[in-house]
């Protein structure tokens, strides 16, 4: 009997053999493999160097909700919303703002955070939990415009004329935090709030490494805000309200 001819098989659309990622080739002298070490090493200290400048040039302004100094303002940066409620890294935050209002070493909380959306409102969330813990509400300014950790920075300063302040973040951001403002032109202390070590906390320190090249630039740069608008007197009446 006759064979047939096989026929081709279909094909189908839209489906394509994944293609492998070819690596460069290694060096095969050990001069070349030399020179490709040395600049590996090269590499990882120029991504290093932002880190380090963090933390060597905010080493001194480091304190705790214990030894805090008496500042009218203390700044409080957004971490993020579960169901409308702050997540448990920005309950912890607005936990240290509440301490340190009770001990009387603040007067007014500028809670600064992102409202890009209509259905997610960090500012407001973070207000509504600092009344329930014992904070006025004719204490507590809003920024709606804190898209990141400059913007909230610049807007303190140009926005609502603050130009001293105590920041309070998780202790993997404060440093940032503090080298922005400082940037920025807000005199500041910082209280990096203490985590619980699980995956959020890695991946918030794996993270300021690659933002602390972005914070570096912004330092250098000083690039405007996403959103600036005019000046607001928030901060000026709830201090005038204090006393």
């Not at 030399?34 to 590499?43: F, G, K, T, Y």
């Not at 507590?140 to 807007?155: E, Q």
């Not at 972005?214 to 007197?233: I, S, W």
Request: net charge positive; hydrophobic share 40%.
């Amino acid at each position: 009997m006759p064979r047939l001819p096989r026929l081709p098989r279909p094909k189908r659309p839209g489906l394509r053999r994944p293609r492998l990622l070819r690596l460069p080739p290694l060096p095969r002298t050990r001069k070349g493999q030399r020179r490709a070490v040395q600049a590996l090493m090269v590499l990882c200290v120029l991504a290093l160097l932002p880190a380090t400048w963090l933390y060597v040039s905010t080493g001194d302004r480091m304190r705790t909700t214990a030894d805090a100094p008496r500042t009218e303002v203390a700044i409080v940066f957004g971490a993020g919303l579960w169901d409308g409620e702050p997540s448990p890294y920005l309950a912890h935050r607005l936990d240290a703002a509440a301490k340190l209002y009770r001990a009387g070493r603040i007067e007014v909380v500028l809670v600064t955070g992102d409202n890009s959306r209509k259905d997610y409102d960090e500012p407001d969330a973070m207000r509504t939990y600092l009344t329930a813990h014992g904070v006025p509400d004719r204490r507590i300014v809003s920024d709606y415009a804190g898209f990141d950790t400059w913007d909230s920075c610049v807007r303190a300063r140009k926005i609502f004329g603050v130009h001293e302040a105590v920041l309070i973040s998780q202790d993997f951001h404060i440093r940032r935090a503090l080298a922005l403002c400082r940037a920025a032109g807000v005199r500041s202390y910082g209280i990096g709030v203490a985590a619980k070590h699980d995956v959020t906390w890695y991946y918030g320190n794996t993270r300021e490494v690659f933002a602390a090249g972005k914070a570096a630039l912004d330092a250098v740069f000083e690039p405007d805000p996403h959103f600036l608008g005019p000046k607001e007197h928030g901060v000026p009446r709830a201090l005038a309200a204090a006393r």
